[in-house]
C-alpha cells in the first residue's frame, strides 16, 4: 500500500501527454509533489516511529490516496470542459 500512489503515478507519467500542456504541467508538479512527499513522510512514520507510526502511516497514506484521486478526478474534469469548450468554438 505504500508504494501504490507512487506506482500509479509513475505508470500514468505517459497518458498524461493526452493533456494539454498547461494541465499537464499542473499534474505532473502538483501530482508529484503529493504523492512522492506524502509517500515518503508515510514511509519515515512506518519504519522509525513504531506502532503507532505504523497507524499514523495508514491514516496518511489513506489521505495521500484521498487526496491524489480527487487531483485525477479534477484533471479529467477539466480537460472535459476544455474539450468541449473547443469543439463549441469550432
Known amino acids: 500500500m505504500l508504494t501504490g500512489p507512487v506506482t500509479v503515478f509513475i505508470l500514468s507519467i505517459p497518458l498524461s501527454s493526452r493533456l494539454t500542456s498547461g494541465l499537464r504541467k499542473f499534474y505532473l508538479i502538483f501530482g508529484g509533489i503529493v504523492v512522492f512527499i506524502g509517500s515518503g513522510t508515510s514511509f519515515y512514520f512506518a519504519f522509525y516511529t513504531g506502532d503507532q507510526g505504523g497507524i499514523a502511516a495508514y491514516f496518511f497514506q489513506m489521505a495521500v490516496i484521498l487526496v491524489y484521486a480527487l487531483l485525477l478526478v479534477a ?8 474539450k468541449m469548450r473547443n469543439e463549441r468554438s469550432e
Do not use: D, E, T
Not at 75 to 82: A, D, K, L
Open 75 to 82: 484533471v479529467v474534469g477539466i480537460r472535459v470542459v476544455v
